[in-house]
């Protein structure tokens, strides 16, 4: 029985890890968004078949099963990154990749970019 006890503490700790804030992670509105400012990256985390469904222009798509291993291709830790996602659970746990691979500047819209897939966000093709 004590293998309960194992699976029952991992899974508080699945459930812990994932609504846990990241420390310096700030919420924006994508509503504001603009791709024209070159301050930041866009970082969109679906897969590829749905960044092609719908996608905000000139953002760099990276899926969240990638993310660890080719991040800093297209990205640098000096970025300002804007993660997009289907939801925030997803885009925090992209967040808490980037954080480990030295980013500083990490920001979640608050909006998932699932209307995107749906073309409903003014930002999307």
């Known amino acids: 029985m004590w293998w309960v006890s194992v699976v029952i503490f991992i899974g508080i700790v699945l459930v812990i890890r994932n609504v846990w804030p990241t420390e310096e992670l700030h919420e924006i509105p994508c509503d504001t968004l603009t791709n024209k400012d070159s301050t930041f990256k ?8 749905d960044y092609q469904a719908g996608h905000v222009p000139g953002s760099v798509n990276i899926s969240l099963g990638r993310l660890p291993f080719v991040a800093n291709v297209d990205l640098a830790p000096e970025h300002s990154v ?44």
Do not use: T, W
């Open 42 to 49: 866009l970082l969109d985390i679906r897969d590829a078949l």
């Open 82 to 125: 804007i993660i997009m996602g289907k939801n925030n659970r997803r885009s925090k746990k992209a967040a808490r990749i980037l954080k480990k691979k030295g980013f500083q500047h990490i920001y979640i819209c608050i909006i998932p970019v699932s209307s995107c897939y749906e073309n409903e966000h003014h930002m999307c093709l």
